[in-house]
């Protein structure tokens, strides 16, 4: 028996399939005992039998009892089972308890049966280990010391069984919800059929009210809206399956033909059935929510055509109006195209960690010191391409993309400020430019002062720019409830790319600002004498007289920086001074720059002493 128990546990240490180890131990076990018909039954956690080994069991038998639920007559194990004790029948042809199932015995020659559940640590019965006998008798002892070896086997066997099963449920289902999670939508995705166009299609849905209810309500309520639209998705869909990919964004698989038939219809009833009250967190909530779709179409030789065609088709019913559904069509939009392209682009690389930096130098003008950097985004390829900003513009019109990569910055110059304090440099003043939606609630606030304080970095030091480009207006009163909370906590604000868009001296009277940075296309087009000149010299006098510093951004040769330095000009940054660099070279800068220049010559150019 000690060989029997070290081959069954050892089978079960190398992780061999549940069937094959019951397998092998009721073929040793039938070597051992020739006279004795070997098997053994799961039950699951609802009471159904499943039959797992039984190499000389009627197969007409297993084919009865698998799916019965147990109970006081379902033969030997059944009973075994239900009563969670072992049950000898020593005459099956007489036996009330074999009475559903005696004829698939009896023609097979088996006259007896005991069988001995299996339970785990807690008393739950797992399954039962049957001998059958062709003789009327019960268990000798010899059989009941085997038998006690092999219900410990099994339970230790199915018990394992069940974990495994269970981190395959976790991995491929959403933990909230119980819905397939994105891993397994992207497995069946992989797995469907590119050759009939229309055999197939998706519904993509995002609920339009989530953040509000977490904002407003707590996420408690958030995480019961979540629970309820899932399951009203998964009710509505059915038989098609839904998923929920992440956040707010759940996605139905479309294979059943009143579905496909009609697409419009289909996404009509389930936001009807979506959209109704519920109960969440004590409050009532009606959920709300947006869909695109796509079928496979002529034309669609991969899978995920499909789900970009359906995302395209969601972006375009949240563009043109929340709460409806829009149907994919060829030619939706270029513009589209390209900014989900963007959007994913931006998510992967965030996933990836390969989101960056680079610090490019601002400097006084008078004296050539370096008086702080501002932190420029930038996406590193998958083949180490590095890629400006503008480039991946689209993707930070969508909210989320664009404070996580707020939150990526702000992270990376926590962490490169902490290194240069630690160094022994004084913390130079680092700008960073933030979105419009960064602003709105207190996400930015929250985000800054757990970054910052998580490697003792003080706020004192940060400018927080405002981009013109966001399109928001300063007066705002959302905006400057902000701007008054972040410069309680020592930051400073600037507005970028000021004199274009919306930017007017108006706004410097609009809110608490510490700076504004005056745009390229101002820079470019101040020559001497010209009536540039008097604007700009205008707007530096009037920033000044309201002690507001003024930076020159875009500066690009010796002459213009000569000429907004008589202009009034005392702080500029440009191309013609440094590219924005790299971490290394930004320390390197703070090593050798960090400093007044000497002479009048060398006080317009860091090259003349960088290079």
């Not at 039954?41 to 009627?58: E, F, T, W, Y």
């Not at 939706?332 to 960056?356: F, H, K, N, Q, S």
């Not at 010209?530 to 930076?551: N, Q």
């Amino acid at each position: 028996m000690l060989e029997l128990q070290n081959l069954i546990l050892e089978m079960v240490a190398r992780g061999e399939p549940l069937k094959v180890t019951t397998d092998r131990l009721c073929a040793e076990v039938q070597a051992l005992l020739p006279d004795v018909t070997c098997s053994v039954l799961s039950v699951d956690r609802a009471g159904l039998i499943h039959p797992l080994s039984g190499p000389d069991v009627p197969r007409e038998l297993c084919e009865l009892v698998d799916g019965m639920p147990i109970g006081p007559m379902v033969g030997s194990c059944g009973s075994a089972a239900y009563f969670n004790h072992p049950v000898s029948v020593t005459d099956i042809a007489t036996d009330a308890r074999w009475d559903l199932v005696r004829h698939a015995v009896i023609p097979a020659g088996l006259a007896a049966c005991w069988s001995t559940p299996i339970a785990d640590s807690d008393g739950r019965v797992l399954g039962a280990f049957a001998f059958y006998y062709r003789e009327r008798r019960g268990p000798n002892r010899r059989e009941e010391m085997i038998v006690a070896t092999c219900i410990n086997l099994c339970a230790i066997a199915i018990e394992r069984h069940e974990r495994v099963l269970e981190r395959e449920r976790r991995a491929a289902h959403d933990e909230l919800t119980g819905l397939g999670n994105r891993a397994s939508f992207n497995a069946l995705l992989a797995r469907m059929s590119c050759v009939e166009p229309g055999n197939w299609g998706l519904l993509i849905l995002d609920l339009d009210n989530l953040k509000t209810v977490n904002d407003t309500f707590g996420h408690h309520a958030g995480d019961c809206l979540l629970q309820v639209a899932a399951a009203r998705l998964a009710a509505a869909a059915a038989p098609d399956l839904a998923f929920r990919l992440g956040g707010d964004e759940f996605v139905i698989m479309l294979q059943s033909r009143r579905a496909l038939a009609d697409l419009d219809a289909a996404a009509t009833r389930i936001l009807d059935d979506l959209s109704q009250p519920a109960q969440c967190g004590g409050y009532c909530i009606e959920p709300e929510g947006t869909i695109g779709g796509a079928t496979l179409s002529v034309g669609d030789d991969n899978p995920e055509v499909v789900r970009q065609n359906a995302d395209y088709a969601l972006y375009h019913a949240k563009k043109t109006g929340r709460g409806g559904f829009v149907r994919y069509w060829p030619g939706l939009g270029t513009a589209m195209t390209d900014r989900l392209r963007a959007i994913r682009e931006v998510e992967t690389a965030l996933r990836d960690d390969r989101i960056d930096a680079w610090y490019q130098p601002m400097l006084c003008l008078e004296t050539g010191a370096l008086t702080g950097f501002e932190a420029l985004c930038r996406l590193v390829s998958p083949t180490g391409e590095i890629r400006c900003a503008s480039e991946f513009r689209e993707a930070t019109s969508d909210v989320q993309i664009s404070f996580g990569l707020t939150q990526r910055m702000l992270a990376i110059v926590a962490g490169d400020m902490a290194k240069w304090i630690r160094a022994g440099f004084d913390a130079p003043r680092v700008a960073i430019n933030v979105s419009a939606a960064d602003l709105h609630g207190n996400r930015l606030e929250t985000a800054l002062r757990s970054t910052f304080g998580a490697v003792d970095v003080p706020l004192d030091r940060l400018t927080i720019e405002i981009t013109e480009s966001t399109h928001l207006k300063i007066h705002d009163e959302v905006l400057q409830r902000a701007i008054r909370s972040l410069r309680a906590f020592g930051l400073q604000i600037a507005i970028d790319d000021f004199g274009t868009g919306y930017a007017s001296l108006t706004n410097l009277l609009a809110a608490q600002i510490d700076s504004i940075k005056i745009d390229p296309s101002l820079v470019r087009r101040a020559t001497s004498g010209g009536a540039m000149d008097v604007i700009v010299a205008g707007l530096i006098g009037i920033a000044h007289g309201l002690g507001i510093r003024v930076t020159a951004e875009g500066i690009e040769s010796r002459e213009q920086a000569a000429h907004l330095r008589e202009l009034g000009c005392r702080h500029g940054q440009g191309h013609y001074f440094s590219a924005a660099v790299d971490r290394a070279r930004a320390t390197d800068m703070l090593g050798r720059f960090n400093f007044p220049l000497a002479g009048d010559d060398e006080a317009l150019t860091l090259r003349a002493i960088g290079g």
